[in-house]
């Protein structure tokens, strides 16, 4: 079983360790989540929209220290995981003014079309819904299921990686001091092999889940031998096309900030840069120049832009990939060797020669590495750009607009952001299609994500 602890990745040190729920605390934390919701369901929208205000407050006036927690459970930079914070504190307050619009009841036909003197559309919550929710964005993945799931009368229950423990302990915190009743939000300190406990106990009625293909195919199944609905959030390998119209300088600098993300471990990130061999020196030589000028070091340093990697394990993964792409035929046009000394680091790195006989190519790189191609035309960069098993999200870079909109309608993409560092909003829909998974989560289709969608006629 995987420890529960904080380890440090700029040290490689445990800084702490956790007892894991025995079989009957779990049992009791789920019973006083279905007796929460027995009542939490019947509170009224406005009431939850405070508690939810409030806990936007605790994560503004807090965010310094959730940010260091961050850091030191996962390695991502202090101003990143600062700005985490507050981008879920922004959420909170997007959900606590929008939620009642986003439940209120919706007239989708003219009663009398369907015979009724009255027909609407109800939304209700379901229940207790399970959250397995990945390292990466340790606080963020949480509440962009959590804000709109609470607001919707649901209650959580949450699964956190085991090595982020003491962001999942401050969640369940969170909440608890924002007002919200006690079982709202709870936090089950639990190893993988407990899940299918959970997730097949009655009282649980969904589950969602951002992490890895095995884990989702794992929930999924048992999900569905259960009928429970799920969402899930699976890895991506993001294209990133240029074209000759674009602005290549400002392509370049957002290539090299979107690969470079959360030191490389985002799954909306670009990865695979596909670029018009009309423009493709000029940008290669500036992405190049922007992913070499980025400074690697201690994530608790201001002027740091890359910090280590999350585990060692996660640092050999990639430069596994890396190897065999060189051993295939790629080349290194910057970084791709780890630096001396401790700390689970690895430098921005970019390779150009990719082919489909390299695992590179059909597998998801999570660190700061760049695949680099060369295509002539949008029908070759859309090509190359949907000859992946994943679909999550996608950016174009060009100024024409018959260009544009072949890339909206043809990229096999969640997403689609062009001229733009492709991100997640709580305005917007967030999630996949085909191996980076199904559902949405952010917006009023997060929401009513996991509710019921009762159809009311009156005669």
Not at 4 to 25: M, Y
Not at 28 to 39: C, G, L, Q, W, Y
Not at 88 to 98: D, L
Not at 356 to 367: Q, S
Request: net charge neutral.
């Amino acid at each position: 079983m995987t420890p529960i602890a904080t380890t440090n990745p700029t040290t490689g040190r445990v800084e702490k360790t956790f007892d894991a729920l025995t079989g009957e605390e779990i049992d009791r934390r789920i019973a006083r989540a279905a007796e929460t919701f027995a009542s939490y369901r019947t509170t009224r929208v406005e009431r939850r929209a405070e508690w939810m205000n409030a806990a936007a407050g605790i994560l503004d006036r807090e965010a310094e220290r959730i940010g260091a927690m961050l850091t030191t459970e996962m390695g991502k930079t202090l101003k990143a995981a600062v700005a985490e914070a507050r981008k879920c504190a922004t959420a909170c307050r997007f959900y606590a003014e929008h939620a009642a619009g986003f439940l209120a009841d919706r007239r989708p036909a003219d009663p009398a079309d369907v015979g009724a003197s009255n027909a609407y559309v109800r939304y209700q919550p379901l229940g207790p819904v399970l959250a397995v929710m990945p390292w990466n964005f340790p606080l963020w993945q949480v509440i962009r299921f959590a804000a709109p799931g609470l607001m919707a009368g649901n209650v959580g229950l949450l699964k956190h990686s085991s090595n982020v423990p003491q962001t999942a302990l401050f969640l369940e915190d969170l909440f608890r001091r924002a007002g919200f009743p006690e079982g709202a939000f709870q936090t089950l300190l639990i190893g993988s092999a407990e899940v299918e406990r959970v997730l097949r106990d009655p009282r649980v009625k969904a589950a969602t889940l951002t992490g890895s293909e095995p884990a989702g195919r794992s929930v999924a199944s048992i999900a569905g031998d259960e009928i429970k609905p799920t969402v899930l959030e699976l890895g991506g390998s993001d294209p990133f096309v240029v074209m000759p119209s674009a602005d290549i300088g400002a392509a370049a600098r957002t290539a090299a900030e979107s690969r470079c993300l959360n030191n490389g471990q985002s799954c909306i990130s670009a990865k695979r840069f596909i670029v018009d061999i009309g423009c493709a020196d000029e940008f290669e030589r500036l992405f190049v120049g922007h992913m070499r000028a980025q400074r690697v070091g201690d994530p608790m340093d201001d002027a740091t832009d890359v910090g280590p990697l999350v585990s060692e394990r996660g640092r050999a993964e990639v430069e596994e990939l890396v190897a065999d792409a060189v051993a295939k035929g790629a080349t290194v046009l910057c970084g791709g060797r780890r630096p001396d000394g401790p700390g689970w680091f690895y430098p921005p790195t970019v390779l150009g020669g990719v082919t489909p006989e390299m695992r590179m190519y059909h597998e998801e790189v999570f660190g700061p590495v760049a695949s680099l191609f060369r295509v002539r035309g949008v029908c070759e960069a859309v090509e190359l750009a949907n000859a992946t098993g994943f679909g999550l999200g996608s950016n174009a870079w060009t100024r024409d607009d018959i260009e544009r909109e072949r890339f909206v309608r043809e990229l096999d993409a969640g997403q689609v952001f062009v001229n733009g560092k492709t991100t997640s909003y709580p305005e917007l829909p967030f999630g996949g299609v085909k191996r980076s998974g199904y559902g949405r989560e952010l917006s009023a289709d997060g929401l009513r994500a996991f509710c019921n969608t009762k159809a009311v006629w009156v005669g």
